[in-house]
């Protein structure tokens, strides 16, 4: 995207289209993020008709978007996808009320419509970059916005339609759900056939942890697993100790995901033998491995000698405390042997 992308991809006509639809992004690479939304506003009545806003990382999920071209059917993805990954979203629902705010403003709407006839993509980042910026911890996006004239008839059935759909919980998810997955079933089959499945949990991090609507294949999550399941061909966290009642903090790939109505399955790969599948029903936020940050060792390498492994694990779990106190002992013996050394001489 450009920073400076000020070229309209439509010549709009509103005295014969009626409505105004646009579709803004603001990246933020410092974050690894952008803001998406689409709205329309009605030209005869300088009214917000709707809006829908996505907030994400997911850039699989930002080249999708993209490819739309049809605004009420880009408008349409972006809802349901929300619906489907984000019931709970704090800062979304945050920059909702924002935007309402500056919607609700009849000056900043009829600005916004001027400038999309003037041609003017500027002004109409100026009415929005400050409010988008604060949401994202007060840093300077790069913007891109695109605006066309739709029939106000048009607009308003596919809307209704939409809602009709949406409430009647007859829309199609696999279309519009980037981890939808036809063959579920299969690929379940085909992971359980490949690995042997141990239990797990995700590591939940509410602040900086990554929405697990927005985890895809390849990321590498860091899981908790029982002692009993940890096998030494696993990559983990916190070698000397096992934490989280004895549960030690794994390194997972994710290998296969698929979304539903009612939870996120995903399953990682803990090793080239070893699968976890979890199945979440909440909108979590979860620990994302970072080998800059987090570490890890390989456990293979106390595994090539047996005795330097019962070595490791005795020092291990050895309690500091102790050799300290058994070696003032050993000194203070060592001591007194030698005074009465020397008096009996």
Known sequence: MSENNLISDNNLVLDETEVLAVRFIAEYPDLNQYIYFVFFIDKLTINLINKAVL????????????????????YKYIEVYNNLNYKVNIALDKLNSDLDTIFSNRTNVVHTTMAAINDDIIS??????????????YNIGIYDV???????????????????????SSIDISQYNLDSNKDEANNEESITSKYKIVDGDFVVAPILGRAIADIKIGDKIIVKVDY??????MTYLDVNSKKNNNKYLVVGEVIDKTVNENSTKISLALSDEHCVIIEETQPIR????????DNYITPNFYQENSKEEQIYRMLSHFNVLKFLLYGLGFISLFVLVYILYVIIL
């Not at 109409?124 to 911890?137: G, H, K, P, Q, Y």
């Not at 979860?286 to 940050?293: A, D, E, G, H, L």
């Open 146 to 168: 695109n605006y066309k004239g739709l029939d106000i008839d048009k607009v308003t059935e596919f809307l209704q339609d939409f809602k009709r759909e949406f409430e009647g």
């Open 228 to 233: 009993t399941s940890f096998y030494p061909s």
């Open 55 to 74: 907030v994400s990382d997911n850039y699989e999920l930002f080249e999708v978007l993209n490819k739309y071209d049809n605004y009420l059917e880009l």
């Open 286 to 293: 979860v620990k994302v491995f970072n080998p800059q940050k």
């Open 124 to 137: 109409i980042i100026d009415i929005f970059s400050d409010t988008l910026n604060v949401s994202m911890d």
